[in-house]
C-alpha cells in the first residue's frame, strides 16, 4: 500500500525558512517522480512543484509563485522526498501535500498524504 | 500556462439526481486530465484518470469524458456519501493546473 507522511509544518514568520519532509513506503521510491501540492485555507489546489527520479536526473519543475523561492529533493536512500521553503510570504499559508503519480512514466499525482500545515503569519 | 477554467463553482442537488460538472482547458492537453474529489479536512481523492478510465474502487456511478479542450465528469445518481468538492487537473504541460473547483451541497 502506498503511504506518504509530510511532516515540518509549523508557524514561521514572513521571511524565513522551513523544510517540509515525506516519508514514502508502500513503493520503490527510487522510480517516482514526486510533487508537492498546496492548498490554501479555504481555497482550491495549487501544484507548488515535482522531482523527477533519478532516471530523469532528478530534475525539478516548479509553480512560477514558488520559482526560486521553494527547492525540491530527494533522498533515495532515505525513501523521502523534501521542500525547502525560503523567503516566505503570508501566501504560503497552507496544507502541503506529498503527491505520487501512478505510474514510474509520470502524469497526474494520484497517490497523496495527509497534509502538514504551513501558517506564515507574524 | 494552461488554465482550467471549472463550472459551475457550485451546485445544489438531492440524492439520486443526475450531476454534471465541467472542465475547459484553455488550450488543448488532448485526454490528460484527472478529476479529483475532496472531502472537509481530508486529502484529495482520485476518481477519473486520461479523462474517462475510472480509478479503481471507485463507483461506476462517477464516470468522465471529453478530449482536447472541454471535460465533463458526471454521477449518475447522487449518494450521501457524494457530497463534496471536485477538482479538475491537467497533465499535459507544466506547470499542472487546477480547476477552481466545484462544490457539490445537498438540496
Known amino acids: 500500500e502506498v503511504q506518504l507522511v509530510e511532516s515540518g509544518g509549523g508557524l514561521v514568520q514572513p521571511g524565513g525558512s522551513l523544510r517540509l519532509s515525506c516519508a514514502a513506503s508502500?513503493?520503490?521510491?527510487?522510480?517516482?517522480?514526486m510533487d508537492w501540492v498546496r492548498q490554501a485555507p479555504g481555497k482550491g489546489l495549487e501544484w507548488v512543484g515535482r522531482a523527477r527520479n533519478k532516471a530523469d536526473t532528478y530534475t525539478t519543475e516548479y509553480a512560477a509563485s514558488v520559482k526560486g523561492r521553494f527547492t525540491i529533493s530527494r533522498d533515495d536512500s532515505k525513501n523521502s522526498l523534501y521542500l525547502q521553503m525560503n523567503s516566505l510570504k503570508t501566501e504560503d499559508t497552507a496544507i502541503y501535500y506529498c503527491?505520487?503519480?501512478?505510474?514510474?512514466?509520470?502524469?497526474?499525482?494520484?497517490?497523496w498524504g495527509q497534509g502538514t500545515l504551513v501558517t506564515v503569519s507574524s | 500556462d494552461i488554465q482550467m477554467t471549472q463550472s459551475p463553482p457550485s451546485l445544489s442537488a438531492s440524492v439520486g439526481d443526475r450531476v454534471t460538472i465541467t472542465c475547459r482547458a484553455s488550450?488543448?492537453?488532448?485526454?490528460?486530465l484527472v478529476w479529483f474529489q475532496q472531502k472537509p479536512g481530508k486529502a484529495p481523492k482520485s476518481l477519473i484518470y486520461?479523462?474517462?478510465s475510472l480509478q479503481s474502487g471507485v463507483p461506476s456511478r462517477f464516470s468522465g469524458s471529453g478530449s482536447g479542450t472541454d471535460f465533463t465528469l458526471t454521477i449518475s445518481s447522487l449518494q450521501p456519501e457524494d457530497f463534496a468538492t471536485y477538482y479538475c487537473q491537467q497533465y499535459k504541460s507544466y506547470p499542472l493546473t487546477f480547476g477552481g473547483g466545484t462544490k457539490v451541497e445537498i438540496k
Open positions: 486520461a479523462a474517462s
Open positions: 488550450q488543448g492537453i488532448s485526454n490528460n
Open positions: 503527491a505520487r503519480p501512478p505510474s514510474a512514466l509520470g502524469g497526474p499525482p494520484i497517490f
Open positions: 508502500g513503493f520503490t521510491f527510487s522510480d517516482y517522480y
